[in-house]
Each structure stands twice: as structure tokens, then as C-alpha cells.
């Protein structure tokens, strides 16, 4: 078809809905065969030796007389439009709407001739709506389904490269629980107690007492901080060992050097703690942050020590009391421990680590117990 002045968009159109679109649109009526001109609002007679290009429905093919840069610029500025046919069916004291849309010429040909057909067979229930929709307009956008917020959580937690500690979380609870809810007999029957050396579930269930709220609240955030890159990189299980290891180290240490109640997780989270130190050694060349995990260590360790120096300095050690034995066994079994429970290199000064560490912390675990039992004779 030839173009004169400005590029007009020709949209064709079957011989079933002409009249409907001429109506709608407010063009002449045309025959088979023909189309309507979006630009100028009349019919023109078809050319035969133009073919359909199923790639670009809605805009005429250019003059020859036209560069390809005029081309191309001009069909980068054409709106794309597509024809929405509706047959409303009458059922019962409600009417039913099939929506047929397309973005082709063809496929909008075949929807109208569908429709047609559609119309022709039964005339009597049903009728026919065409409407122009601009496909760039937002209202005319297809609305998608909102996400679910609780689905988008989980997909967002399953992508997410941390593991919840739940070993600890779950600790954690046992212990909040134990503070609210506890009375003095229970108190006394959990509490470390070195004169009761022989009943031994002591050595660990002080662990679930605390002094005050801010001890608890203290001991609590710092042992889930510490324990998420541990159980995501080693596992749920294995830091649970090193964290009861480092509670039973510290209430055996402080039977020794310290023997009076005491109460508190201090001793497990000091485990946890330093049993990063093994954990950065067998595997540092694959853990990421590395640096700044050392970094983060050295510099909690160091603040703890110079608050509990300056705390004994200043008040004596008293009000509140703090168990030094059972933080340095603590952080001593958590760095034995680690080479022993955490899973690392294959090389061979790794192997004699491993080795070395489980003689020691054999040897101290044997020299504490001869140490309360003769004590005790």
C-alpha cells in the first residue's frame, strides 16, 4: 500500500466485525477485504501485491522510496495496538464474557472470523464488542497476582547463605524460660555447688541460671552471635558438643580453682568463642571474612578482659562476682576442642593438631577429676 505524507498504521479487519468496528470507530462501511486507516479515518482499497508481515501486524510497510534508517526510526516511534473482541453470552439472569485478544494481524483476523462464525450460529443470544486497546497504557496492562508475603519470606530465607542456630536458639530458650519460671528449691537444685561435687548433672545445669536479667540478656545475644557462622559451616551437632564441653570444662576449673556457687553460660559461650580460632585454622583458605572473624575474636576477648581486670581492681570482685577459672577453662577447652570436633584440611601438621589437642584436653580432663576425688577423700 502506498504511503502518502506521514506513515499510516492500518489495522485489517474480517468481513464479520467491519461493521462493527466501523461503527465503533466511526468509519465507512467496507467490504471484504478492505481495512480502515487509523491516520486519516478513511477506507482505502487494498493493495493485492501487499503480503502481511506477521512480525509487524500493525504498521504499514514503508515505500521503497524510503531509506532504512527512515524506516527503522519511524517504526521505533509506532504504538502497538491490538483489537480485544468480546461475545457476551446470556446465561440465566447473568451475562458471561469470552474474551479473545491478540497482537498479530492474523491471530486478530482468526479471533474476529472465530467470532464471527461464533455470532452467525447464534445470533439470536449473543452479540459482539471490539475495542481498540493501546498496549502501553498502564491501565491496560494485565494485572499480575500479588506475592504472598509469607511465601516470599521462605524463598528469601531459603537463598540465604546462613544457617539459624537453632541448637543455641533452642538453648537459649531453655534458659529464659528457667529464669521466669523458677523458684529457690528449684534454684538450689541446679545450681553448681562444690561441696555437692557427687551429683554431677551440677557440672552442667548452671549453665541455664543467671544472676540478674542483664546477665542473661548478655550471655544470650553474644552465644547466638557467635554460634551462626559456627552452625552454618559445621553443623548444628557439632557445636553443641563444644558448647556443652565448654560448660562441663568450666565447672570442673572452677571445682579447682574456685570452688564457691556459681551460675551463668559464660563458660559456653567462651568455648564457642575461641573455638573459632581452629575453625579460621583448618579451613582458611576457603572461609570468607576471615580477617575480620580474627578480628572480631581478638576484639571481644580483649574487651571482656579488660572489663573483668578493671572490674576486680575497682570493686574486688564482688557485686557482681565473676568466675575467671571457669571463662579461661572454658575458652582453653574451646580451643582444644575445635581441632578435635570440627572438620577442616587433611594436611598433616592439621592431623598432628588434632592429636595433640585430644592429649591434652584428655590429660586435663583426668588430672580435674583425680584432683575433686581426692579432694573429696
Known amino acids: 500500500m502506498e504511503s502518502k505524507g506521514k506513515t499510516a498504521r492500518v489495522v485489517p479487519t474480517s468481513s464479520s466485525g467491519s461493521n462493527l468496528l466501523a461503527s465503533v470507530f466511526g468509519l465507512k462501511s467496507t467490504r471484504k477485504g478492505e481495512a480502515w486507516c487509523e491516520n486519516e479515518r478513511t477506507t482505502k482499497a487494498p493493495d493485492k501485491s501487499y503480503?502481511?508481515?506477521?512480525?509487524?501486524?500493525?504498521?504499514?510497510?514503508?515505500?521503497?522510496?524510503?531509506?532504512?534508517?527512515?524506516?527503522?526510526?519511524?517504526?521505533?516511534?509506532?504504538?502497538?495496538?491490538?483489537i480485544d473482541v468480546e461475545r457476551v453470552v446470556p446465561k440465566g439472569n447473568s451475562d458471561r464474557k469470552i474474551r479473545a485478544s491478540g497482537t498479530s494481524s492474523s491471530e486478530c483476523s482468526t479471533s474476529s472470523n472465530a467470532s464471527g462464525e461464533s455470532a452467525n450460529g447464534s445470533k439470536q443470544d449473543s452479540h459482539l464488542d471490539a475495542k481498540l486497546v493501546d498496549k502501553f497504557v498502564r491501565n491496560n496492562r494485565r494485572r499480575r497476582k500479588r506475592k504472598d508475603a509469607k511465601s516470599t519470606l521462605i524463598k528469601l530465607c531459603q537463598c540465604c547463605p546462613w544457617t539459624v542456630p537453632w541448637s543455641l536458639l533452642v538453648v537459649s530458650a531453655i534458659q529464659i524460660c528457667t529464669y521466669f519460671f523458677n523458684?529457690?528449691?528449684?534454684?538450689?537444685?541446679?545450681?553448681?555447688?562444690?561441696?555437692?561435687?557427687?551429683?554431677?548433672?551440677?557440672?552442667?545445669?548452671?549453665?541455664?541460671?543467671?544472676?540478674?536479667?542483664?546477665?542473661?540478656?548478655?550471655?544470650?545475644?553474644?552465644?547466638?552471635?557467635?554460634?551462626?557462622?559456627?552452625?552454618?559451616?559445621?553443623?548444628?551437632?557439632?557445636?553443641?558438643?563444644?558448647?556443652?564441653?565448654?560448660?562441663?570444662?568450666?565447672?570442673?576449673?572452677?571445682?579447682?580453682?574456685?570452688?564457691?556457687?556459681?551460675?551463668?553460660?559464660?563458660?559456653?559461650?567462651?568455648?564457642?568463642?575461641?573455638?573459632?580460632?581452629?575453625?579460621?585454622?583448618?579451613?582458611?583458605?576457603?572461609?570468607?571474612?576471615?580477617?575480620?572473624?580474627?578480628?572480631?575474636?581478638?576484639?571481644?576477648?580483649?574487651?571482656?578482659?579488660?572489663?573483668?581486670?578493671?572490674?576486680?581492681?575497682?570493686?574486688?570482685?564482688?557485686?557482681?562476682?565473676?568466675?575467671?577459672?571457669?571463662?579461661?577453662?572454658?575458652?582453653?577447652?574451646?580451643?582444644?576442642?575445635?581441632?578435635?570436633?570440627?572438620?577442616?584440611?587433611k594436611e598433616i601438621h592439621l592431623r598432628i593438631a588434632r592429636y595433640v589437642a585430644a592429649l591434652l584436653l584428655f590429660g586435663w580432663i583426668v588430672a580435674t577429676i583425680m584432683y575433686n576425688v581426692q579432694v573429696r577423700a
Not at 56 to 81: G, L, Q, T
Open 51 to 82: 503480503e502481511e508481515d506477521p512480525s509487524e501486524p500493525f504498521i504499514a510497510k514503508e515505500s521503497e522510496s524510503e531509506s532504512s534508517v527512515e524506516s527503522d526510526h519511524k517504526k521505533s516511534k509506532a504504538r502497538v495496538y491490538s
Open 183 to 345: 523458684n529457690a528449691r528449684f534454684y538450689q537444685l541446679l545450681i553448681f555447688n562444690p561441696v555437692l561435687q557427687h551429683e554431677i548433672w551440677r557440672f552442667v545445669t548452671y549453665t541455664f541460671l543467671h544472676a540478674n536479667a542483664v546477665h542473661l540478656m548478655l550471655n544470650v545475644i553474644i552465644q547466638i552471635i557467635v554460634a551462626f557462622p559456627l552452625e552454618t559451616e559445621q553443623g548444628h551437632r557439632s557445636v553443641l558438643v563444644v558448647y556443652f564441653s565448654g560448660v562441663i570444662a568450666g565447672g570442673m576449673g572452677a571445682s579447682v580453682f574456685d570452688p564457691t556457687h556459681m551460675v551463668g553460660a559464660s563458660a559456653g559461650v567462651y568455648c564457642l568463642l575461641i573455638s573459632h580460632v581452629p575453625h579460621i585454622v583448618m579451613n582458611f583458605q576457603s572461609l570468607s571474612h576471615r580477617y575480620f572473624r580474627i578480628m572480631a575474636v581478638l576484639v571481644l576477648c580483649v574487651s571482656d578482659v579488660i572489663y573483668s581486670i578493671r572490674h576486680c581492681m575497682t570493686k574486688g570482685n564482688l557485686q557482681p562476682r565473676i568466675g575467671v577459672p571457669a571463662h579461661v577453662s572454658g575458652a582453653i577447652c574451646g580451643l582444644l576442642i575445635g581441632f578435635i570436633v570440627y572438620q577442616g584440611g
